[in-house]
Nanobody, 128 residues
Framework: QVQLVESGGGLVQAGGSLRLSCAAS????????MGWFRQAPGKEREFVAA????????YYADSVKGRFTISRDNAKNTVYLQMNSLKPEDTAVYYC?????????????????????WGQGTQVTVSS
């Protein structure tokens, strides 16, 4: 089992920045990849970014590419999402997720069903 706890959400004006953190505990040595997803009211959960825990390869949704950066600190078992140039449409609950079974195929990093472990979510609100 892997437990995930997110932090860092809040209210920010458009154009501002926030950094989300996700601390993993438990069987962290099994973690293969970690991702960030978000869900706005009335919408489906969508992929934001992911990182291969071992090799460090990163993947982004087109909507956040160039504005968001995912990174990891293996020693702290923590993944970060630096969000810059925030827009009102970035408003959502942001979820951290972990995969411990392996992901085979670059496109599958975007699939929420590849992740067995999820955090409780943290609210990000961007005002216009």
């Amino acid at each position: 089992q892997v437990q995930l706890v997110e932090s860092g959400g809040g209210l920010v004006q458009a154009g501002g920045s926030l950094r989300l953190s996700c601390a993993a505990s438990g069987r962290t040595f099994d973690v293969y990849a970690m991702g960030w997803f978000r869900q706005a009211p009335g919408k489906e959960r969508e992929f934001v970014a992911a990182i291969n825990w071992r090799g460090g390869s990163t993947y982004y949704a087109d909507s956040v590419k160039g504005r968001f950066t995912i990174s990891r600190d293996n020693a702290k078992n923590t993944v970060y999402l630096q969000m810059n140039s925030l827009k009102p449409e970035d408003t959502a609950v942001y979820y951290c997720a972990a995969n411990a079974a392996g992901i085979y195929g670059v496109g599958r990093y975007r699939n929420p069903y590849e992740y067995a472990y999820w955090g409780q979510g943290t609210q990000v609100t961007v005002s216009s």
